[in-house]
Nanobody, 128 residues
Framework: QVQLVESGGGLVQAGGSLRLSCAASGRTFASHAMGWFRQAPGKEREWVAGINWNGGNTGYANAVKGRFTISRDNAKNTVYLQMNSLKPEDTARYYC?????????????????????WGQGTQVTVSP
């Protein structure tokens, strides 16, 4: 069992920054690939960023590449999403997720169905 709790969301003006955190408890956090997803009203939940078990491999959706950075601190059981140059279209509820499968040391998934545990999400609102 893995429990995930996101924090750090809020209201920010376009061009601003936020740092989301996801604190994990339960199973050995350091063994798992992690991901950030987001869901805007009326839209599907979409993958934003992924990170492998030790932080050595990361990936980003095209919409956020160059503006967002995913990282993790396994000693603190926490994964982060630094969001810079925010745009109104980044407005969504952001979720972190844990993937319990293992497919090699560099593995992370971009597919929602591959993730086993989800947090409750944190709202990010970007005003024009």
């Amino acid at each position: 069992q893995v429990q995930l709790v996101e924090s750090g969301g809020g209201l920010v003006q376009a061009g601003g920054s936020l740092r989301l955190s996801c604190a994990a408890s339960g199973r050995t956090f350091a063994s798992h690939a992690m991901g950030w997803f987001r869901q805007a009203p009326g839209k599907e939940r979409e993958w934003v960023a992924g990170i492998n078990w030790n932080g050595g491999n990361t990936g980003y959706a095209n919409a956020v590449k160059g503006r967002f950075t995913i990282s993790r601190d396994n000693a603190k059981n926490t994964v982060y999403l630094q969001m810079n140059s925010l745009k109104p279209e980044d407005t969504a509820r952001y979720y972190c997720a844990a993937d319990l499968s293992y497919n090699g040391p560099y593995y992370y998934s971009t597919e929602r169905d591959d993730y086993d545990y989800w947090g409750q999400g944190t709202q990010v609102t970007v005003s024009p």
